[in-house]
């Protein structure tokens, strides 16, 4: 991870852009815990669907079996057209039907598979007998000719494909585009049908890999609900269509739930191969203290008690114990921290609990505590002060960061909840950490949401459930200081907030709004304390 090692952001980059370039930063992001290895294996087999939040890695992970998997691989950034996708089905009724709508993005899918073989030369040429041969070479001029003649109208512009193979020295790009006027002309059906047949004989595979990374409006658009539809449709169709096809969608955790309730015209067979991408405190502690070490270099230049345990082979210990990993990060992290309410913490327990266990989340806190604490030395050589981070530094660190997460976090909900922001404002900052449906339901009232947004009291708890603002205490998880929540970004289920139940409010929510019970209890999130819970 040496090409990611700078001095400013000493736990390394969050963003996929930032890693791609990396070999090795992919692989210890993604090689370093049981969840992750769990996750690579589990996409080998035939599951189609990967489900996370932002920041959560799916694009790291995308680009991490580019580099893993056997066979051929092309991505498919629908982020980009899927816009065009949704004015092609406006424009013909026909297509707003599920099954309409899902054989277009099969065609899609289909052509930049067809353009991937083809560029695989030998691969699939020397499985084909002669008319096939002469009828996929015809095919595919066709169509990059077509790209050619239509490549500036929004209606031919349904995919863009990045067309890599595993193999050096064969790596191509293709722009490929497809009208669906040109459907029958372009015979899909049959090029697709040689491609299959190749493949089989060849042994290998085509892994084709769709990363969804824009948000789009598919509260109000109902093109955009048609196109969705489709695609959820289409990719377990061809994934499921062939062993020598693997069709994986990398799809945004903060959709599913509205997808589910107002998109999927089946729930259980667009989701039955969904595996949810989710991180746990020690998971991510093992990550952190990989990137501190590579940062730190190989060698213990500073005598540090973590290092002894962390030679780059150890990773399989991660699994079962991370009590090394958290030694390395209290090098540098005071032990505990004393919170607003007296009670003492856990330090990497407290920074978690400001999160949404998320890497990127997690990462950024770290990075912003210790960007002012390397320097170099004359022969820009990296050091590291014999000190730790001050207690009151992380504390103010925390609380700064959670208005960056705080806002990433509302941002990638904005289509599904516009008036959400508005409402949290009218509602938190008036709650206690802790409080019942009865008082959330007179905060409701007195803040007049329904004449002013129009959002009732039901759906306004749905939406500040779903983003992870307001979840649900645990029966049996009081102590004299705090109590235990469970919040949405750790289950695979919509969290109901339930009338019977006591509801709190996220650390994350809790450190922007200040709610009114400064002796209150605190909040600990399920999941983020490093001894577990």
Request: glycine residues 6%.
């Amino acid at each position: 991870m040496s090409a990611t090692r700078i001095i400013d952001n000493p736990f390394g980059p969050i963003k996929a852009d930032e890693l791609i370039n990396d070999n090795g930063a992919i692989k210890y992001a993604y090689d370093v815990s049981n969840v992750m290895k769990e996750t690579l294996e589990t996409l080998n087999s035939r599951r189609a669907l990967v489900v996370g939040r932002k920041g959560s890695g799916k694009t790291t992970l995308m680009y991490r079996m580019l580099r893993r998997e056997a066979g051929i691989t092309c991505i498919l950034d629908i982020g980009r057209d899927f816009s065009s996708v949704a004015s092609v089905l406006s424009k013909n009724p026909t297509t707003r039907f599920t099954e309409e709508a899902a054989r277009l993005w099969s065609t899609v899918i289909w052509n930049s598979v067809i353009l991937t073989a083809h560029n695989s030369g030998e691969l699939l040429y020397k499985h084909l007998v002669g008319d096939q041969v002469q009828f996929i070479k015809k095919y595919v001029a066709n169509l990059q000719s077509r790209v050619d003649e239509f490549s500036e109208t929004t209606a031919t512009r349904l995919a863009a494909t990045t067309v890599k193979t595993t193999r050096p020295g064969s790596l191509q790009f293709v722009a490929a585009v497809f009208s669906a006027a040109l459907e029958s002309d372009l015979q899909v059906g049959t090029a697709s049908e040689y491609v299959k047949k190749a493949l089989a004989k060849a042994n290998t595979r085509i892994n084709v890999l769709i990363d969804t990374m824009e948000f789009y409006d598919i509260r109000k658009s109902t093109e955009a609900q048609d196109c969705m539809r489709g695609l959820l449709h289409c990719c377990s169709q061809v994934h499921n269509d062939s062993d020598h096809i693997a069709c994986r969608l990398f799809f945004p955790g903060e959709l599913t739930d509205f997808v589910k309730s107002h998109v999927s015209s089946s729930v259980l067979k667009d989701m039955q191969d969904a595996h949810y991408l989710k991180w746990n405190a020690p998971e991510l502690v093992a990550l952190a203290a990989l990137r501190l070490r590579d940062t730190l270099g190989s060698e213990n230049k500073h005598g540090f008690e973590g290092f002894s345990d962390w030679g780059w082979g150890f990773t399989e210990l991660l699994m079962f114990d991370s009590r090394p990993a958290q030694r390395l990060l209290h090098e540098i992290l005071p032990h505990s921290v004393t919170n607003s309410r007296g009670e003492t913490i856990e330090s990497i327990s407290y920074i978690l609990r400001h999160t949404q266990l998320t890497p990127r989340q997690f990462l950024t806190v770290l990075n912003k505590l210790t960007e002012k604490y390397f320097r170099k030395s004359e022969k820009e050589e990296v050091l590291l002060p014999q000190r730790r981070i001050e207690e009151t530094t992380l504390l103010a660190v925390v609380e700064r960061c959670a208005q960056e997460i705080y806002t990433d976090i509302l941002s990638t909900f904005r289509e599904i909840y516009p008036d959400v922001e508005h409402m949290l404002h009218r509602i938190i900052p008036y709650m206690p950490s802790v409080f019942s449906n009865e008082q959330l339901l007179a905060q409701y009232k007195k803040s007049e949401i329904k004449q002013d947004f129009g959002v009732g009291f039901e759906d306004m708890k749905t939406a500040f459930s779903d983003i992870g603002a307001v979840g649900i205490v645990g029966r049996d998880n009081y102590t004299q200081y705090s109590v235990e929540g469970s919040f949405s970004y750790m289950s695979e289920q919509r969290l109901i907030l339930s009338a019977s139940r006591k509801f709190c409010v996220h650390p994350v929510f809790s450190a922007v709004f200040q709610p009114g019970d400064e002796d209150g209890k605190a909040v600990y999130p399920k999941g983020s304390s490093v001894t577990g819970s």
